[in-house]
């Protein structure tokens, strides 16, 4: 059976005065992240989730909203509130591919790859990653 590339693990984001955002998430024991700002929390806690099941060869099947609702009902009423972090599973099976770019595009993705030294098929995969999780 064929399951999906991309899971979505719901955090719970909690905030105190003069502290950092801090996001738990209740189907993932043990992983958390925090963030200073707002623009970061869904970033940084996607590094964390993605870490965690680094460490963590179970497939953990993520919670209904409704399920999470109701394990987070007090801390959503003290002022919590909820995000979706994607979760991109590893195959670490390369895959060729063929697709069509803009020869403009092409040369500028090849000049920033080299910048970075990354292969052009490395950095095509981290600017999907980046794009896929909203960094």
């Known amino acids: 059976m064929k399951t999906s590339a991309i899971k ?3 955090g719970i984001v909690h ?4 502290s950092a955002f ?15 700002d707002l623009e970061s929390v869904v970033r940084e806690a996607s590094d964390a989730v993605s870490l965690y099941f680094e460490n963590n ?3 953990i099947e993520p919670s209904s909203i409704e399920t999470i609702r109701d394990l987070a009902k007090e801390e959503l009423a003290n002022g919590a509130f909820l995000i979706l972090v994607p979760h991109i599973a590893a195959s670490n099976t390369p895959t060729r591919i063929n697709i069509s770019l803009d020869s403009g595009i092409l040369a500028a993705i090849d ?10 098929s490395a950095f095509l995969a981290q600017a999907a990653r980046n794009e896929i999780v909203g960094r």
């Open 22 to 36: 801090g996001v738990s998430f209740p189907d993932l024991e043990g992983c958390f992240s925090a963030a200073d």
């Open 111 to 120: 000049t920033a790859a080299s910048a970075r030294k990354l292969t052009r």
């Open 8 to 10: 979505y693990y719901h």
């Open 15 to 18: 905030k105190d005065e003069d």
């Open 57 to 59: 060869d179970r497939l």
